[in-house]
């Protein structure tokens, strides 16, 4: 390709006919010269190759110079290569690698390793001959070019061994010295923490090795180390590096700082810290160019990213709208918008979903025109036209790779794949090679959607393509291999291969993800799952330091153990005890580790801890969210404390933070808990005219209302539930399970047959979506009881273990209650109760005994109910009114020593509850009448 960015040396025509005239002398004369001394004119003269590779620099054919280099590499290291020829060769390949440096990881990875070893053989020519000797520029220019080309380690080697390619007199420059720092700062953005302090360490002794020779760093020696301490996200670290500047700050020092702040302003104390630094600014007199411009409006950009990801709204509107504002005072100012303020733009707007200045920023772009439909339509009227003219701008700007990325991104995460695809071949029409972004955006939005399949094929082109992977993309397959375990075998391959080939490493995101996927198995005992989860954790203990986002992963893991229902004393103090053992001494908490450590505390029901972190983060200047009231709302409500989880809903209004439906939620499910109805009810309209709208969880939780109050109000439940997929909110297993249970009560006053065709399909809806769980089951056979439909709950029963359903104790009384009371199906009861006696996998309790025994009682089937009785375990203690059944189907069959053991065994037991009192008194007289109480007395 022709050689660009540089003027040839006027003199390198003259050069070459001078070295061919030399040669021709050379030819004439070599029967007269010795060969000793021919031999040492063979080192002076330009071999034909060497003058060859010349002729073509000279002519600005670069490329087919540097092919001639390639094929002749190991010719030309014996041979004399001139210092114009290395000179021109190294200035050609620094403008290719620049020129190609967005290519350099895609497709043309290829690239990476024909310019590394062109460089090598360069710095060959140059360690080998005497008489080539690079300046400060050079040297500097070869670091430069090892570190854009990865090289870390080699850029390490040619400074420690610079004498071998300098002249003798040569001591390294400031200007070196800086250009090695560089090297370290460039891979901050690809480099783990660890290795970022590393760096950093080798960094500062380059650094006192300059002093130690007498070498003053200047503001870019100082601006190089800014820049490692903002990457490092090391704030204060960066402040004691600007305080210790011995030269005055430029617009550079600014930008890095500016820039650093406003992307890391977490917190009131960083907007503070932001603002100095913006009037340090103003007050330097330094007039804001386009590069500052878009170092604010960057750093405000990502604040805003930060802000969706929150979901902050209001905050992430209103710097939405302070780059908008930035970007017209830049305009006025009279600098011209480029690539990179086009970037920030779409970086901006695409986090915030603003489509109208996302279509703004569009317009600006340099794309191909749209083609017309070809009829009579509107994209074809001049009309049209003239709109177009008019709102088009008066400036055009010309795409990157990284325009696309974004706007492939932004189509994809709002289901959009036809509008990303159409970004995707613009871009390809543009020249524009897609990359490991471009593609890695792909593999994510199929894997989010759980499509392996689809997710591989661009694994599968990129390999193809020789574009290498990178760890996000390692990490999005791993994330679906832990989320969908059957898919791993597909997945499983590739994530061996990407580290076999070093494409890819385990960071610490991996381990974030292993830790945040585990899954808790209901099944198991609490135990169990403690321990899996800890084995987990082994990955944390092994590494040296981890980082906020780590432990904010763990928070919100351990949370499966804090929750009530799994949580029991020993498991919390475990968990405190192995939360404790980490070293957090380093981190900085954000709002993430405040809310997850609020929630957890809530779990447990301890507020006091919780309102201690709750009073820190608010002291630390981080504003609390809508997750951190959700959350001390649920605890409060968890503790019956409803009226001062209401009194936190006026408490948001102080930070501008307006309720939601999940701040409603709880509140309006405490109520009703708590049996005050009408509060509950009350609440619910307050939520609508505060112009919140009800969610599903909302719209369940008031149909319970209805349900539990004591008025009764199934028909309400009913309009309710059915109510909300009519308003386009799709129902969930729990609305749709008590919907069940609504149809039910209504089923059981009128129109049993109509309930009972809604029921069964409900139940043929929590198949199809796998929602069929435990409490589905064990509501949708009370249903049929409820209805007094048997015929129902057994044809429900049969098609639940023809699929194989995991079937519960519960499920069996369930089924026992609808098809035990009545003569005609207590045969029935009798073989599911033996079946139930043969299962392994559950056990009759109380309220199973209770409902066979008086099944057995309702037909005087008095046999059975002693063959309960003996099937019994000794352990299994009955329900009272059970002990009365048994004593008197003793009695009646004339075994009196049976009916006294049973009288003695419920004499044993440590209490009754008021609600016995019947059959207590019952019991009581048939004893008496037999007189079980003297015959005991007598015996004891």
Known sequence: MPLTGYIIAPNVSLQVDSLEHLRQIKSSARRRIPVHVSSKIDKQIPSPTTMTIQSYLANGDVESAWKLVDKSASYLT??????????????????????????????????????????????????????????????????????????????????????????????????????????????????????????????????????????????????????????????????????????????????????????????????????????????????PNRRTFNSIMDGLASQVVQHARLKEISDMQGTAQSVSSLYKVMRRLGHKPDTEIANTLLKCYTAAGDIDHIEKVIDMLVLPEKKGCGGNCACASKASKAAAAATKPKFKVKPDAYTFNMLIKYHLGNNNTELAFQMYDTMVNLQLDPDTVTYSNFIWYYADQGNATEALKYVEVMQRKGIPSNNYIYNTLLNYSLKYPKDAYLITPHLQRMIADGSSTLDSVSSRISIARFQYVERDNMESNFERFTDVLETIYATPEISTRTYNTILQSTGKFYKPKHSNHVSSMNLESIIESLDTSHLTPDIYTFALSIRNAAYVGNMVKAESIYKTMVDSGIKPNHFVFSHLIHGYVSLGKVDKASDLLQHMANYQLRPTALHYAPLIKGFAESAEFDKAYELFRDMLANHVNADLVIYTILASVFLESPRGNEARAID????????????????????????????????????????????????????????????????????????????????????????????????????????????IAKLVFE?????????????????????????SDLRTIQHVWHARQPDKVLFVRSYYAVMKAMLECNDIDGAQRVYKEYQKLPSTPSSTTVWVGMINKLAAHQGFDKSISTST
């Not at 009560?745 to 065709?757: D, E, F, N």
């Not at 043929?764 to 929602?771: F, I, R, V, Y």
């Not at 769980?773 to 044809?795: E, G, Q, S, V």
């Open 78 to 287: 014996q041979q004399n290569i001139p210092r114009l020829t290395a000179q021109l060769l190294l200035k050609s390949l620094h403008t290719q690698v620049n020129a190609n440096l967005p290519r350099l990881t895609l497709d043309f990875s290829k690239l990476q390793h024909l310019y590394l070893d062109r460089l090598e053989i360069l710095t060959g020519f140059v360690r080998n001959s005497r008489d080539i000797a690079w300046d400060k520029h050079e040297i500097s220019m070869v670091l430069e070019l090892f570190g854009k080309l990865d090289q870390v380690k080699r850029a390490e080697s040619l400074f420690r061994n610079i004498a071998h390619y300098t002249s003798a007199d040569y001591a390294p420059s400031l200007e070196v010295y800086n250009q090695m720092m560089a090297v370290y700062v460039r891979r901050f953005k690809y480099v783990d923490d660890a290795t970022k302090k590393r760096y950093f360490s080798k960094m500062k002794t380059l650094e006192q090795e300059m002093i130690r020779k007498g070498l003053q760093p200047d503001t870019s020696s100082y601006n190089i180390l800014l820049a490692a301490k903002i990457k490092s996200h090391d704030l204060q670290g960066a402040e004691a590096i600007y305080s210790k500047m011995t030269t005055p700050p430029d617009r550079t020092t600014y930008n890095i700082l500016l820039n650093g702040y406003l992307k890391d302003c977490r917190n009131n104390k960083d907007k503070e810290i932001t603002q100095q630094w913006m009037e340090r600014l103003i007050a330097s007199g330094i007039v």
């Open 720 to 827: 309710l539930l059915e109510g909300i997929e009519k308003a386009g909110i799709p129902m969930d297993a729990a609305s749709l399970t008590l919907l069940a249970k609504a149809y039910a009560i209504q089923g059981s006053k009128k129109a049993q047959l109509v309930y009972t065709q809604k029921i069964d399909k409900i139940y043929s809806t929590l198949k199809e979506k796998h929602w069929l769980d435990a409490k589905a089951i064990t509501t949708l056979l009370t249903a049929h009881h409820r209805m007094k439909n048997p015929d129902a709950a057994w044809k429900l029963w049969n098609t639940l273990k023809e699929d194989k359903a995991l079937l519960t104790t519960l499920h069996y009384n369930s089924l026992m209650a609808s098809i035990s009371s009545t003569k005609a199906w207590y045969p």
């Open 835 to 859: 079946e139930m006696l043969q299962d392994p996998k559950v056990s009759p309790d109380a309220h199973t005994f209770d409902l066979m025994i008086w099944g057995a009682y309702g037909v």
